[in-house]
């Protein structure tokens, strides 16, 4: 597992370091992640679950930042980030044709996808040498499962792309105004990109290159929107959470894209020899 932890310790540290910026930002505020982490007022001891759930996040993000206990990190955090899902997916139920439901379904649906391919991708095991006449070849060492769990991240770029369409308008404002062409032009141009990504992502055809490229986009979204808007008004919790929730995301595509990405490496090994 530590050579495994190793060969995809940028996206699984990023991943952790996200949990523990939530876990902050949690524990200053006394809440949850806002309209993310969808935990309404009425729910019983509200204040005691909001400290407890920032402990937890700061607990297993730094577990993942630790080889021996990266694995468990990655799967408490998925476990946690799922009763975000649930609870988004309740409110989806209960009003299907409302779209805005559904995009945070799949918002909090990423993080446990990076949680989980992390998890299996930290798998115990060892690389194995495969011989060939040419000489020795060492296989990749995602497991298998990993990069199949990672594919599914593209479901979640697909509804990203929905929301930018279906919410046109509210995409568009949110892009800074001294960036030309305008809003409505970025708008649309990430949303299509989203759908190209998922579909690279979805198909096996170039993956791997897709979600370094997703990954991308997402931290950008951060450093020109997010974090420009804490900068403007750094007193109201929904730029301190928003901002959290960005890394998270693209934390998860970045461990996506690591897993994607040694697998790729694996496939080419294997031909080679």
Known sequence: MENRKGAMSAGINVYGAA??????IGLVWGDFA?????VTPGVPHRLLLAYLGAVYEIVAGAAMLWRRTARAGALALAAFYAIFVLSWLAKALAAPGVYDSWGNVFEELS???GGAVAWLALAPGTSQATSAETGQARAALTPKGAALA???Y????VSFGVVHFVYFSGAASFVPKWI????????ATTGVCFFLAAAAILSGVLSALAARLLTLMILLFEALIWFPLLVRSPHEHFNWAGNGIGIA??????VVADVLSAAGRRRSTAIRV
Do not use: E
């Not at 949990?19 to 902050?24: E, F």
């Not at 995301?249 to 970045?254: D, E, L, N, T, V």
């Open 249 to 254: 995301i693209g934390a998860s595509a970045w």
């Open 180 to 187: 030309p062409p305008g809003g409505q032009f970025w708008a």
């Open 150 to 152: 990672a594919r599914l």
């Open 34 to 38: 806002t309209n993310w982490q969808r």
């Open 111 to 113: 993080l446990v996808i």
């Open 154 to 157: 593209g479901v979640c770029a």
């Open 19 to 24: 949990a523990i910026v939530l876990g902050l």
